[in-house]
C-alpha cells in the first residue's frame, strides 16, 4: 500500500474511531488469504494507546459467492452478539476511493491457524479433547442464530432444501468448470440420497482447521466469515470433519484437530441438538465436491490470465485425489444402501 | 542430438531443474520463500509425470467415454450428462461400466497429480 493511500486510510480511521490524533505506527500485509488480503495495523490512539488491529479487504479477483466486506462486517457482529468467540468488529469501510476496495477492520486476536501446525500440536487449546469440545461449543453458538434477521438480509431466504439446493449450486459450478465425471458421479449420488430439509441456521460454511486461530489454552477466534449464510447446520460439521479437512491427521475426525464425539459433546453442552451422524456423512461427501468445485474455481482465476499464481495453478491439482476419495465414499454407501434394501 | 530436437528433452529437464531447486536452492533460502520453492518444486514434478503418460492411455479412456455417452464429439460432456441424467445410476445396465471407467480415470489422474494417493496417502 503506498503512502497516498496510507494515509487516506489513516484520516479515515480516525473519523471512524473518532480520534484526530490516531496514527498507524506500522502496517503489513499477513499471510494466507486466497480471497481476500489481511493487513495487520500498528495504530496509537491520540492518548498514546497503542492497539493492533487487522484490516481485510478484496483481492483483485474475488469469488463470486463471497460475502462483500459489509457484509462480513455484519456477520461478525451478529456472530459477536451470539458469543461466538470472534475478533472484534471495529469499522467497516463501503468506499473503494479510500484504499482502492471496501475494506473492514477488527481488532487483532493472537494465536495459530496455520492447518499443518495445528494438526500437530497435541497441546492445542488445552489439548485435543478440550479443543474439539471448544469448536462444538462455537458451532452450537453460531448455528443458534436463525433466520429471519433484519441485520442479515443480505443472505436472502433460506433455501427450501438445503442439501438439493447444494446439489443445484454446485451443478452450475461443474457447468463452468467444464466435465469432471468423478465430481458428477459423486454429485449425483448426493442428489439420490439428499436426506430431507430441517430448520435452517446460520452456517459459517467455511468452518475448518486453518479458519480457527488457537493459542495453548484455547480456542482465540473464528475467522472467515465470508461463505457464511442460511442452511443445514450439519453442512458445518461435514466440512470441519471431511477427511480432505483433516490435514493429514485422519484419526482426529474433528478436522484433524481432536475426537469427533468430543465435537458433538461440546456442540450438545452449548445447546445445540445431537447432530445426525447420517446426515453429517451426507455433508461430509458434499465437502469432498465443493472443495474440489472451489479449487477447480481457484484454477480459473490464474487460467483466465487475469490473475497469474502459482498457488492458484496448483490448486485444481488436489482435485484428483478428492475425485479418488468421493469414488471410494460413493462406492462404500451404495454397498451399504444395497446390504439396507 | 536424437531426431529433430536437442537433448536432454522435456522430462528429463523437469527432472534435472526438480531436483535443483529442492536440494540445492530451497536448503539456502530464507523461510519466507520456501513456501514458493516448494510449489515450483511440485509444479515441476506434475509437469514431469503429464508428459510421461502415455498418449495411448488417454485415447482409450476417450474411446470408453464416447461409447458409453455415445457421442464422439465431446465424450467426456456427454459422459457428465449421462451421468446428471441418472442414466447411470445403479441398477442401470450401464453403471457397472462408468464405474469401472471413473476408477481408471481417478487412477490416472492420480498418478500424475496426487501420486501419494494412491499410496495410500
Known amino acids: 500500500m503506498d503512502e497516498a493511500r496510507r494515509e487516506s486510510l489513516r484520516v479515515w480511521l480516525a473519523q471512524a474511531a473518532d480520534d484526530a490524533g490516531l496514527a498507524i505506527d506500522a502496517m503489513a500485509r499477513l499471510s494466507g488469504g486466497a480471497i481476500q488480503q489481511n493487513w495487520g495495523l500498528a495504530v496509537r490512539r491520540g492518548d498514546g494507546r497503542q492497539e493492533r488491529w487487522v484490516l481485510r479487504t478484496d483481492n483483485p479477483a474475488t469469488l463470486a459467492v463471497s460475502h462483500s466486506r459489509s457484509e462480513e462486517f455484519a456477520l461478525l457482529r451478529a456472530a459477536h452478539a451470539a458469543g461466538v468467540t470472534v475478533a472484534e468488529p471495529l469499522f467497516v469501510c463501503e468506499d473503494a476511493g479510500v484504499i482502492g476496495a471496501p475494506f473492514l477492520v477488527m481488532r487483532h486476536v493472537a494465536g495459530i491457524a496455520v492447518a499443518y501446525r495445528v494438526v500437530k500440536w497435541d497441546a492445542i487449546g488445552g489439548g485435543r479433547e478440550a479443543a474439539a469440545r471448544a469448536m462444538g461449543r462455537e458451532l452450537a453458538r453460531i448455528h443458534c442464530i436463525r433466520p429471519p434477521r433484519a441485520d442479515l438480509a443480505f443472505l436472502g431466504h433460506p433455501p427450501a432444501d438445503p442439501c438439493l439446493a447444494f446439489c443445484a449450486e454446485q451443478e452450475r459450478a461443474l457447468d463452468a468448470a467444464g466435465p469432471h465425471p468423478i465430481l458428477e458421479w ?35 477466534a473464528v475467522l472467515d466469515w465470508e461463505f457464511a449464510g442460511w442452511g443445514d447446520p450439519h453442512a458445518d460439521f461435514g466440512w470441519l ?11 482426529m475426525e474433528a478436522g484433524g484437530v481432536g475426537p469427533r464425539a468430543a465435537l458433538y459433546a461440546g456442540y450438545v453442552e452449548a445447546g445445540g441438538a445431537v447432530p445426525d451422524a447420517a446426515r453429517v456423512a451426507w455433508w461430509e461427501l458434499a465437502a469432498h465436491v465443493r472443495w474440489a468445485t472451489i479449487a477447480l474455481a481457484q484454477g480459473a482465476r490464474h487460467l483466465s490470465g487475469r490473475e497469474p499464481s502459482l498457488e492458484l495453478a496448483l490448486t485444481p491439482h488436489i482435485v484428483p485425489e478428492l475425485e479418488w476419495h468421493i469414488l471410494r465414499e460413493v462406492a462404500a454407501r451404495e454397498a451399504g444402501l444395497e446390504r439396507a434394501a | 542430438m536424437s531426431g529433430v530436437l536437442e537433448r536432454p528433452d522435456a522430462a528429463d529437464l523437469l527432472a534435472i531443474a526438480r531436483t535443483t531447486v529442492l536440494e540445492e536452492i530451497l536448503p539456502v533460502l530464507p523461510e519466507t520463500h520456501r513456501l514458493a520453492a516448494r510449489m ?11 508428459i510421461a503418460v502415455d498418449p495411448s492411455r488417454l485415447a482409450v479412456l476417450d474411446a470408453r467415454a464416447a461409447a458409453l455417452a455415445q457421442s464422439a464429439q465431446d465424450p467426456w460432456a ?18 457397472a461400466a462408468v464405474a469401472g471407467l471413473l476408477a481408471d480415470l481417478a487412477q490416472l489422474r492420480c498418478e500424475t497429480s496426487a501420486p501419494k494417493t494412491l499410496a495410500g496417502g
Open chain 2, 78 to 95: 456427454g459422459l457428465c450428462a449421462l451421468i446428471r441424467s441418472g442414466r447411470a445410476d445403479p441398477g442401470t445396465e450401464c453403471h
Open chain 1, 186 to 220: 459423486g454429485l449425483r449420488h448426493l442428489r439420490r440420497t439428499a436426506p430431507p430439509p430441517i430448520a435452517p441456521s446460520l452456517c459459517h460454511n467455511d468452518f475448518r482447521t486453518g479458519n480457527i486461530l488457537w493459542t495453548e489454552h484455547g480456542l482465540a
Open chain 1, 241 to 251: 470433519c471431511a477427511r480432505c479437512w483433516r490435514f493429514g491427521n485422519i484419526m
Open chain 2, 40 to 50: 515450483v518444486a511440485n509444479a515441476l514434478g506434475i509437469a514431469q509425470r503429464m
